[in-house]
């Protein structure tokens, strides 16, 4: 953390009346933040200790911008909710923990916060975890995935080291738990095939280069050597990687969240916005399919909208059907046939594509089974969409 970052929270806190720095202001990036007392925009801070590095991405709690919340925690590998110990479980916390469900996320941690502040912190500690487990069980995670830790953030108890006023507790303490719980950031993105969204066709056409015909992107799941063979979507020719190109030399393979250029053995017909393949595994192109999305915009959505679709590199003109239900993260429940989808709902439906999408379902591949949707007059995103039902990993009422 820079040091001029920490002089600045130590002035705000004095200004506050604070006797001690207020370290939740180290990530309110926006005044208004600092002046309200909220989180609003997602905050992106870097920290490292002995045995881990780690991007911690601070988004809002308020249902107002949940969208906000879907975008921090849409690449999370874990994701810390925080609850008052005085409230408990609130509706705030179950939506939070639908979305996460929504989006994939392998790990979760509650911080049970505030917890010097309640009498009888142990019963409250104890049924505050079990109502989160029922929570989280019914959204589909494990036992071992899901870890309750009691902290007081202003005195730091459980946070760095253990504290003596939670004898009750005996469970690693936060930076404990982030610095040895698995993480494994690519196993998804290896256990399928190779997919390469193609951004950009380098044609140099100098007299250094006059047949080079590259396809840059980046591996968005699996790996590719030269001399694999590959087929393009959603045209279906197949050819074979000649060459992989980077700014620093030829490669012999690129794994996933690799950007780089591939070179093809064959002429063949590929633009921004195809897909280069395994072919072993290689999806059917989507000119119409079920998704999940979650509604994001204060606009409703109705059945017969016209809006765009990005898939990866790939935009085209979308048409939504049907709405098939809507979820109620409440009470983990499904209503059926809802005349329209609201700000923050979270709905199922049907959607129709101009050009045919290269797509897995997000269950399979979360990097690969993600959209947007797109306001095609002021280019405003309006949803954040997941191929397939992934609602079936919830155990609706």
Known sequence: MLADH???????????????????????????????????????????????????????GHVQYTRNTVSGAS??????????????????????????ALL????????????????????????ISAE????????????????????SALFGDNVAFRSEH???????????HLESVPVDADSERTEIGLRFPVQYVIR?????FPDYRGYAGQVAAGSVRPGDEVVILPSGVRSTIAKIDTADGELEVAEA????????????????????????????????????????????????ARLLLKHGTRTTQAIVGALIDRFDEQNLSSD???ATLELNDIGRISVRVAEPIVADDYAVNRHTGSFLLIDPAGGNTLAAGLVGDVLTAVELG
């Open 204 to 208: 140099p056409r100098s007299a250094a």
């Open 6 to 60: 920490i002089d600045a929270v130590e002035r705000a806190s004095v200004d506050k009346g604070l006797a001690t720095p207020d370290l939740s202001l180290l990530v309110d990036g926006l005044r208004a933040e600092r002046e309200q007392g909220i989180t609003i925009d997602v905050a992106y801070r870097y920290f490292a200790t002995p045995q881990r590095s780690f991007v911690l991405a601070d988004t809002p």
């Open 75 to 100: 690449t999370a590998q874990l994701v810390m909710l925080l609850v008052d110990a005085r409230k408990g479980v609130v509706a705030q916390t179950r939506r939070h923990a639908a979305v996460l």
């Open 166 to 176: 939670t004898p009750y507790y005996d469970g690693p303490t936060l930076i404990e």
């Open 336 to 338: 059926p046939s809802p």
């Open 132 to 151: 989160f487990n029922r929570l989280t069980a019914g959204l589909g995670w494990a036992p071992e995935d899901v870890q309750e830790i009691p902290v």
């Open 104 to 127: 994939g996320v392998p790990k979760l941690v509650l911080a049970v916060n505030k917890i010097d502040l309640v009498e009888n912190p142990a019963e409250v500690f104890a049924n």
């Open 257 to 304: 969240g690799r950007s780089v250029t591939l070179l093809l053995t064959t002429d063949v017909d590929v633009s921004r916005g195809d897909v280069i393949a395994s072919p072993i595994d290689a999806p059917e192109p989507l000119s119409a399919f079920d998704a999940t999305v979650c509604w994001l915009a204060e606009k409703p959505l109705r059945p017969g």
